[in-house]
Nanobody, 116 residues
């Protein structure tokens, strides 16, 4: 059974930093993509960043230059380094993987709150 476990969320002041981690386990297929989505109250879930197996990374425009995604394929881990956080980054952040089979899995989410 595929499981994704996120960690690293919390409360941080504007301008602060957080690092999210996600560990994937139980996959029989290789992982094509690992990434992060977020959902703010009253809004739809959106892609924050993802990285494909060939190293190509995508970011939503609002986080470019502030967030960095990295992936440890050997350990099935993905990280999101978040710098210069803004109140509008407040959301539940979800880890997502897409397997070579095409099936997508989600973590349960970790809350990031940016507030003074």
């Amino acid at each position: 059974q595929v499981q994704l476990v996120e960690s690293g969320g919390g409360l941080v002041q504007p301008g602060g930093t957080l690092r999210l981690s996600c560990a994937a386990s139980g996959t029989r297929f290789s992982i094509n993509s690992m990434g992060w989505y977020r959902q703010a109250p009253g809004k739809q879930r959106e892609l924050v960043a993802n990285e494909w197996s060939r190293g190509r990374a995508n970011y939503v425009d609002s986080v470019k230059g502030r967030f960095t995604i990295s992936r440890d394929s050997a350990k099935n881990m993905v990280y999101l380094q978040m710098n210069n956080l803004k109140p509008e980054d407040t959301a539940v952040y979800y880890c997502n993987i897409v397997l070579a089979s095409g099936v997508s899995y989600w973590g349960k989410g970790t809350l990031v709150t940016v507030s003074s």
